[in-house]
């Protein structure tokens, strides 16, 4: 994967600073395949805003499947370090012609937030701890003002009438997803270690930006 910036022509990182302001910078993330692909993938890019997370943390985070399944024999496909990020708003395939005009919306919405301090909660799952397909951890600390921003976010996505996923916005850091061929009884080992506390290791940050990111699919796992 390639970055690079493109000053005023593609992605966002939003910086927040203590005085409510955002000092905006321009960063885009591309691979050569997007780069010298077909037409249509020339003139669209699959995008997503995403709160990123320190290295440290995502490290520690990627590690957690030693405590979860040490023996390896869930059937879990575990995210990588490097992917592992909060999704604010999934925009999907986006007109690269869009860019400009969503990096200036992003960075209004950013406009008046501040440095936010969160931690990392429990893990769950989606749909359920009993049913689960998606094995996540959750956020603590300021989430009432990472909510706000993700709100502000979707306001200006709408008034720009950018389409993306709308729904409810569940704060949370997506680790393992289960394999769809998973049989029923390894389905339900994972839910008894739901069932289970795991040891989550006190992890706290202070996010002070947000990234527009761009991802390919041409291979497994996607790349950022």
């Known amino acids: 994967m390639e970055q690079f910036c493109w000053n005023g022509v593609t ?18 993330s591309l691979d050569d395949e997007v780069q010298s692909g077909d ?54 395939d986006v007109p690269r012609a869009w860019i400009p ?37 959750g956020l603590e600390g300021e989430v009432d003002v990472l909510a706000h921003l993700q709100r502000d976010i979707a306001r200006e996505l709408r008034t720009m009438e950018v389409p993306f996923d709308d729904r409810h916005f569940a704060p949370h850091l997506t680790l393992g997803r289960l394999r769809h061929d998973a049989p029923r009884n390894l389905v339900g080992q994972v839910a008894e270690r739901l069932a289970r506390p795991v040891d989550v290791p006190d992890l706290r940050f202070v996010a002070d930006h947000v990234e527009f990111v761009a991802s390919h699919l041409g291979e497994a796992p996607p790349r950022y």
């Open 101 to 137: 005009k969503i990096s200036d919306g992003l960075s209004q919405a950013c406009a008046q937030t501040p440095p936010m301090s969160l931690s990392v909660g429990a893990l769950g799952a989606f749909p359920s701890t009993h049913r689960p397909r998606v094995i996540w951890g």
């Open 39 to 92: 037409a249509d993938s020339v003139q669209t890019q699959r995008c997503f805003v995403a709160l990123p997370l320190p290295h440290g943390i995502r490290k520690t985070l990627a590690e957690l499947h030693r405590v979860f399944d040490p023996s390896w024999t869930m059937p879990i496909r575990w995210v990588d370090e490097s992917r592992i990020h909060v999704t604010l708003a999934f925009l999907g």
């Open 11 to 28: 992605g966002t990182t939003a910086t927040f600073n203590d005085t409510g302001a955002s000092d905006m910078g321009l960063g885009w």
